[in-house]
């Protein structure tokens, strides 16, 4: 989708290592999530915004941090990957709106 | 919390059948959503149902909402192999979507001709 980028598309990494990952809106929405998708999982929630320097931890959030300085961009920072952080994270996007929300393209991380 | 669970998890159909996919959830949602997605891709959304009684229908896919029974249904009438992919139900709790969606694990959906 135009208005949701996700930064990079694939990355992999050490374990230990930091990893940053960005979510870019031009939307303008209020509320950006980050969800990670594993075989068998489905989606499960990370962190979320609901405006700029308003987070909130979601059902899986142990090792990640986020930060949203501005209201276009959501970063996802994994302190010190671990294996088990191998996955795909997607960002969302969400206006309150009876249109739901949009999901980004995804990042595909790999942690060796 | 909101759990939602979804059966089946894999189905194997052949084209011209109809079959349907069952989303439970545990508590009071706010909305139901559906989702599609394809191998390596985004999700894409299908239907969102706000309402008891709510029947949202695009081509061969149909779904409705029960809140009394805490059940939402995706029909697919008269499949296709186009609609090979994988489905996911999610429920939102809070107004607004203030804390996000909660998802299924999803049905694998294999449509052969």
């Known amino acids: 989708d135009a208005g ?11 374990t230990g290592t930091p990893v940053t990952l960005r979510c870019h ?6 509320y950006m999530y980050w969800y990670r998708q594993d075989p068998g999982h489905g989606l499960r929630l990370i962190h979320y915004s609901y405006g700029v320097k308003d987070t909130d931890k979601g059902e899986v959030s142990d090792g990640y941090s986020v930060s949203r300085s501005k209201t276009e961009d959501f970063l996802l920072t994994l302190e010190s990957a671990t294996s088990s952080q191998t996955s795909v994270y997607f960002c969302a996007i969400s206006a309150q709106t009876l249109f739901g929300y949009t999901f980004g393209s995804g990042t595909r991380l790999t942690v060796v | 919390e909101l759990k939602v669970e979804q059966n089946p998890l894999f189905l194997s159909m052949q084209e011209g059948k109809n ?3 069952y989303c439970n959830y545990s508590t009071t949602s706010d909305r139901l959503y559906w989702y599609r997605q394809d191998p390596g891709k985004s999700l894409e959304s299908l239907f969102v149902l706000l309402s008891n009684g709510a029947v949202k229908q695009e081509g061969r896919l149909m779904a409705s909402l ?9 029909h697919i009438t008269a499949a296709v192999h186009d609609l090979s992919a994988t489905y996911f139900c999610a429920g939102q709790t809070s107004g607004g979507g203030a804390d996000g969606l909660t998802f299924g694990k999803g049905t694998h959906l294999i449509i052969q001709p």
Not at chain 1, 4 to 14: A, D, F, G, L, N
Not at chain 2, 66 to 74: E, F, H, I, P
Request: net charge positive.
């Open chain 2, 66 to 74: 029960d809140t009394k029974a805490r059940l939402s249904t995706l």
């Open chain 2, 19 to 21: 079959y349907t996919i």
């Open chain 1, 4 to 14: 949701i980028t996700q930064s990079p598309r694939h990355k992999v990494t050490e």
């Open chain 1, 25 to 30: 809106q031009t939307e303008n929405h209020r």
